[in-house]
């Protein structure tokens, strides 16, 4: 009897999606910033309305949740209506914020009880968190908005990224909690973008891109998430979500990121962010 050879898994539709909609940022984060966003970059070719079907295909197939992150998502023109397109369809939302400068009407969207907060910070210490984010004023900036979420009762993540020797961390990370962040974790510079300390290959990666999350960059590129934005699998604006997560692309790409033998504590998809030190603690390359 011949027996068949067993077709190669191909891996669920993810239900986090990390939807970069701008390369805008009011700061520059001259040595860390994966995505190279500033204040000169653009929102890329994904129009609102592109954004806008991607939101009402990705409920449709099965995802959960996405996170709205750039650049400053903030930023872009139509980031309420986007946030609310969202909502409309179930999906559950994190905004993830520099929070360098919050408009009076994003409060109330942050309130919203399908929504959730996310923030950088690098120091207790003004200067070196400036230094960070190549902005003066932005620790004071975004310490006085951190307080002011934790105070109207908005769910607040944050990490803190390990940017040059000597950073003060670990004092960060307690002032934080001291503040009432609900989650602090710390995590180190990874080579992406502005980090680049090497050409970046798989080997970089945690180990849990494509499985259980996407990401998708201003121009529709769906990658494995947005620390493997080298890795493209598709086009969501030209091919649709659904047509790249059902691609061979996807499931050649997603089967080539080696794996964790054992997996590491807290480095867990589920939770909607592996590899985001906003919501879990790093999770080292599978190597």
Known sequence: MTIAPEAPTRPAVPEFLELEITGRCQ??????????AGPAE??????GDDWKR?????????VKKVQFIGGEPTLHPEFEALVHRALAHGLGVQVYSNLYRVRQQHWALFEHPKVSL????YSDVAEEHDRATGRK???????????????????LQAGIVEVFEGQRTAQAREELLALGVGTVNVD????????????????DLCGRCAHGRAAVMPDGTVTPCVLGRFLGTGNAKSEGLDAVFRGQKWAATAAGIPRHCVPTPGCTPADSNDCDPANTEACDPAY
């Not at 180190?188 to 290959?201: F, K």
């Open 27 to 36: 700061l520059t984060c001259p040595s860390l910033c994966y995505a190279m």
């Open 54 to 62: 991607l939101l009402t295909e990705a409920a449709s197939i099965g």
């Open 188 to 203: 180190r510079v990874r080579s992406i973008g502005r980090g680049e300390i090497h050409v970046p290959t798989v080997r």
């Open 137 to 155: 004023g932005s620790h004071t900036a975004t310490r006085a908005n951190i307080v002011r979420a934790v105070t109207r009762g908005i769910a």
């Open 42 to 47: 653009t929102d890329g070719s994904m129009t």
């Open 118 to 121: 996310a923030t950088s910070y």
